[in-house]
């Protein structure tokens, strides 16, 4: 250990002459711990968030999304589900038609989204394991079913029941006659059987139902089109140079991985998680203002020390290094030690569930401790713990030693 090291750790360890300075050097102590541990909590816990978000909505998502740039239908013809057929990174595709409708259950009524889903993508993405009720089969002794969202379950106040089948009626639009109020034969009726409930998330729950693609394909008259193609990929790692390609080639075609579909949700998720961090960083640079000042402090106090160490022969390098080292001990300890409390703390929830949130769609707040969050933390922490050590050992010790 060379001579500012030993001095610098006596200045923090030993007993100092005056008390403010003792108290000052612990407010910074505490201040960066508070700081540093709190950041790494709350970032963690935005993390949480983000993941669940995407856990809701991105479980039955498909890698990417191809909707026409004109008009809402891709035909059956179309050279595109050529292109998709003969591409070796397709794992598989298939149709989806979205349409409005009206369905009814004795006296009830709702306007739903129905969602014609092709079977492969509907196991794939495993839609069964979301029931509340039911087989989540697509038909049942032959016949058509439809699963419905949680709350239009509420709404039409349909009960299930596996020892007796319940009917719906859906009334759509005909493609293929006039619309006409006078024209009764514009608004076609189908009969499914009610197959059971999901829960998904809540805009899904609340204004959706799914049918298999077959089954839309009749209802609304589509002649094998579709609104929209979900897109399966083999590796997921070439999601973006896939998207690019087909963008290149397909110029007539929109194509949208998930995160581009739900945009806003992800856009204000992260929006929030950095304007919070931002803030704390403010408070953090703020906290090292105190180590500023305790280091100026211990400055002024030791000016007869400084004159020894002078006399015995110290240059000014070492002079400087002293306070310079001694405020890097109060920085670097106070933000490995909030480090450190802020992920035992993440871990604690993470194990025992500290943090309860009652009535919400998820039992207790989500924590997720990601490795790239604790380096940048460190870089933010080791950048101003230096410029809060080296200020003011290099404009107030040469102004000492010059007077």
């Given at each position: 250990?060379?001579?500012?090291?030993?001095?610098?750790?006596?200045?923090?360890?030993?007993?100092?002459?005056?008390?403010?300075?003792?108290?000052?050097?612990?407010?910074?102590?505490?201040?960066?711990?508070?700081?540093?541990?709190?950041?790494?909590?709350?970032?963690?816990?935005?993390?949480?968030?983000?993941?669940?978000?995407?856990?809701?909505?991105?479980?039955?998502?498909?890698?990417?999304?191809?909707?026409?740039?004109?008009?809402?239908?891709?035909?059956?013809?179309?050279?595109?589900?050529?292109?998709?057929?003969?591409?070796?990174?397709?794992?598989?595709?298939?149709?989806?038609?979205?349409?409005?409708?009206?369905?009814?259950?004795?006296?009830?009524?709702?306007?739903?989204?129905?969602?014609?889903?092709?079977?492969?993508?509907?196991?794939?993405?495993k839609w069964g394991n979301n029931l509340l009720e039911g087989s989540g089969s697509f038909s049942k002794e032959g016949i058509p079913t439809i699963l419905l969202g949680y709350g239009i379950q509420n709404e039409l106040q349909?009960?299930?029941?596996?020892?007796?089948?319940?009917?719906?009626?859906?009334?759509?639009?005909?493609?293929?006659?006039?619309?006409?109020?006078?024209?009764?034969?514009?608004?076609?009726?189908?009969?499914?059987?009610?197959?059971?409930?999901?829960?998904?998330?809540?805009?899904?729950?609340?204004?959706?139902?799914?049918?298999?693609?077959?089954?839309?394909?009749?209802?609304?008259?589509?002649?094998?089109?579709?609104?929209?193609?979900?897109?399966?990929?083999?590796?997921?790692?070439?999601?973006?140079?896939?998207?690019?390609?087909?963008?290149?080639?397909?110029?007539?075609?929109?194509?949208?991985?998930?995160?581009?579909?739900?945009?806003?949700?992800?856009?204000?998720?992260?929006?929030?998680?950095?304007?919070?961090?931002?803030?704390?960083?403010?408070?953090?640079?703020?906290?090292?203002?105190?180590?500023?000042?305790?280091?100026?402090?211990?400055?002024?106090?030791?000016?007869?020390?400084?004159?020894?160490?002078?006399?015995?022969?110290?240059?000014?390098?070492?002079?400087?290094?002293?306070?310079?080292?001694?405020?890097?001990?109060?920085?670097?300890?106070?933000?490995?030690?909030?480090?450190?409390?802020?992920?035992?703390?993440?871990?604690?929830?993470?194990?025992?569930?500290?943090?309860?949130?009652?009535?919400?769609?998820?039992?207790?707040?989500?924590?997720?401790?990601?490795?790239?969050?604790?380096?940048?933390?460190?870089?933010?922490?080791?950048?101003?713990?230096?410029?809060?050590?080296?200020?003011?050992?290099?404009?107030?010790?040469?102004?000492?030693?010059?007077?």
């Amino acid at each position: 250990m060379n001579v500012s090291s030993f001095i610098a750790k006596r200045y923090l360890f030993a007993k100092k002459s005056r008390n403010i300075i003792n108290l000052i050097s612990l407010i910074s102590f505490i201040g960066i711990l508070v700081s540093t541990a709190s950041l790494v909590i709350i970032l963690s816990g935005f993390n949480g968030i983000q993941k669940y978000v995407e856990d809701v909505y991105g479980k039955f998502a498909a890698d990417l999304y191809v909707y026409p740039k004109t008009g809402k239908i891709i035909e059956e013809s179309n050279d595109i589900f050529k292109v998709l057929k003969n591409n070796k990174e397709v794992e598989f595709f298939g149709k989806v038609i979205e349409e409005t409708a009206l369905l009814k259950f004795e006296n009830k009524w709702a306007t739903v989204s129905i969602k014609g889903v092709d079977e492969r993508s509907y196991n794939k993405n495993k839609w069964g394991n979301n029931l509340l009720e039911g087989s989540g089969s697509f038909s049942k002794e032959g016949i058509p079913t439809i699963l419905l969202g949680y709350g239009i379950q509420n709404e039409l106040q349909i009960p299930y029941n596996t020892r007796f089948t319940n009917e719906i009626k859906i009334f759509s639009i005909s493609k293929k006659q006039k619309l006409k109020v006078q024209n009764k034969q514009s608004l076609q009726q189908n009969n499914l059987i009610f197959g059971g409930v999901y829960s998904i998330n809540p805009e899904l729950d609340q204004s959706s139902a799914i049918v298999s693609y077959s089954t839309a394909n009749k209802i609304f008259e589509r002649d094998n089109s579709s609104n929209h193609i979900e897109i399966f990929m083999k590796n997921k790692k070439l999601l973006q140079q896939f998207k690019e390609e087909l963008t290149m080639k397909n110029p007539n075609f929109l194509f949208k991985t998930h995160e581009e579909n739900n945009q806003l949700i992800y856009a204000a998720n992260d929006a929030e998680k950095w304007m919070v961090l931002a803030v704390l960083i403010f408070v953090l640079i703020l906290s090292s203002f105190t180590v500023i000042a305790s280091i100026t402090m211990l400055i002024i106090d030791k000016k007869k020390d400084i004159k020894s160490l002078i006399a015995l022969g110290s240059n000014t390098s070492t002079i400087k290094n002293i306070f310079f080292k001694e405020g890097l001990m109060i920085s670097y300890f106070g933000s490995i030690g909030g480090l450190l409390i802020g992920v035992l703390v993440c871990c604690l929830q993470i194990k025992f569930h500290l943090l309860k949130l009652d009535n919400a769609s998820i039992p207790y707040w989500p924590v997720l401790i990601k490795l790239e969050d604790i380096i940048m933390l460190l870089i933010i922490l080791f950048l101003t713990g230096l410029l809060a050590s080296f200020l003011p050992g290099k404009f107030l010790v040469k102004k000492l030693l010059k007077s």
